[in-house]
């Protein structure tokens, strides 16, 4: 959100900027009023949701449209389950707007601050070996174009260009409707428990393959894996959802206020790590509890961090961890924050982490008050070794030629981005480095 003094921050701040304008458009035909406004003065358009990229994907120096108000649902086809939502709709109101349609997403991340159109623009995902990130669930989308028109993608308009606008990167134009697969409403049984490193990593193709939602946490320096197990089952399934209590606990105290202080301890007195992280693993409540689709796969994170993820292929996960578990090792860091380990199916989408293969993610974390670079970066080039590919919303070194060489449809991306924006409109910075000018 743009503060009093006209300065946009992005939630790990990361990004600042101050645009030469903020628009706050309510409707469609307001977002086409700004974008055509922009032209004629020769400004560059961005739009922002929830501002939960890591990266400068959303930065804007020209017109910043901030979409918050172009938010609900515009029409749901009950046969179907297809539910057309605002842009601007954040993931955390799609429970309550599709409740009465019994209705879900079929898969969603830890995380539901983002807006619709950022989430799919970005490659949020989730995990599941059978499952992709939320861009797989898109099958319409209508954006503002350079021109100011309205330009729909779905399975009767221009279907073949549906696998590249589902995610763009905002480089396409301003999204303002985004179609959704949902599926009926359903329940997940959670199991969350602590278990042996090694023992995950030496069957973890199999963990992926046995579970509908499988995931870990490593805190490095430690030999065990927070293991988060999901079972989907019918939505009238009798549900046993944590108490407050157990939650507030868990997930308020213990993940959020008592991490906040290790965190910071962390970085003032690095010798601590150590032991924190060996606290954090104990800590690690093992339980069981059944509960709605989107209560189990999000949580709360109120601590501030930065992050990089990279995508590999999912064979090549298990070698690549142990590579960074000895990276940390022979470099005697002490990293407060845990690794985490997804997965995702193969997609068609022309920019996909998971683009035409079965993919497995490693994500690394620093406290936001630590320098995360030179950990970063030599993760990054653990991940060069195994063909990894960078998410779009989290920080990463790679530029245009380099993408070119890890997404088989890169370049015909760029085409269409010539052909669509010419002129540029909806560039910026991180859009020049990772597409090309």
């Not at 193969?346 to 996909?352: F, K, P, Q, R, T």
């Not at 998971?354 to 490693?362: K, Q, V």
Request: glycine content about 8%.
């Amino acid at each position: 959100m743009t503060a009093a003094n006209g300065v946009w921050r992005n939630w790990a701040r990361t990004e600042t900027v101050k645009p030469a304008r903020v628009e706050r458009p309510a409707s469609i035909g307001a977002v086409q009023r700004a974008v055509t406004a922009a032209a004629r003065a020769g400004l560059r358009v961005k739009a922002v949701g929830a501002g939960h990229s890591f990266t400068g994907i959303a930065v804007a120096t020209g017109v910043l449209l901030e979409l918050d108000d172009l938010s609900g649902i515009v029409a749901v086809d009950r046969e179907r389950g297809r539910v057309t939502l605002l842009g601007g709709t954040r993931l955390h109101q799609l429970p309550q707007l599709l409740r009465p349609y019994e209705l879900a997403l079929a898969n969603m991340g830890d995380i539901d601050r983002q807006s619709i159109a950022g989430a799919i623009s970005t490659g949020t995902h989730g995990t599941g070996a059978r499952f992709g990130g939320i861009a797989t669930q898109v099958v319409g989308v209508t954006l503002v174009t350079a021109e100011g028109e309205l330009r729909r993608i779905d399975e009767q308009n221009e279907p073949e260009l549906l696998p590249a606008v589902a995610l763009s990167l905002g480089a396409l134009g301003v999204i303002v409707e985004v179609t959704l697969q949902c599926v009926p409403a359903f329940a997940l049984a959670a199991v969350e428990e602590q278990e042996s490193l090694d023992d995950v990593l030496a069957h973890l193709t199999d963990r992926h393959a046995a579970a509908d939602h499988f995931e870990f946490y490593w805190f490095p320096g430690t030999r065990s894996a927070a293991t988060k197990t999901n079972t989907r089952l019918p939505a009238d399934t009798p549900l046993a959802p944590l108490g407050r209590g157990r939650a507030f606990l868990d997930d308020t105290l213990m993940a959020n206020g008592l991490y906040r202080v290790t965190c910071a301890a962390g970085s003032a007195v690095p010798a601590v790590v150590p032991r924190v992280n060996a606290l954090a693993e104990r800590l690690w409540s093992n339980r069981r509890f059944t509960d709605h689709s989107h209560r189990v796969f999000t949580t709360s994170r109120t601590v501030r961090f930065r992050e990089q993820e990279y995508a590999l292929p999912a064979d090549a996960v298990p070698e690549a961890l142990r590579a960074v578990d000895a990276l940390i090792t022979e470099r005697g860091w002490r990293i407060s924050f845990p690794v985490e380990v997804r997965s995702a199916a193969a997609d068609d989408l022309w920019l996909s982490t998971a683009s035409g293969r079965e993919t497995g993610y490693i994500a690394v974390h620093r406290y936001h008050r630590e320098d995360h670079t030179e950990y970063f970066e030599a993760v990054e080039e653990i991940m060069d070794r195994h063909h990894g590919r960078p998410h779009w919303g989290k920080l990463h070194g790679k530029s245009a030629g380099q993408l070119g060489e890890l997404y088989p449809r890169h370049g015909e991306f760029v085409a269409l981005r010539d052909a669509a924006d010419p002129e540029r409109l909806f560039t910026n910075a991180y859009l020049d480095r990772v597409l090309g000018e």
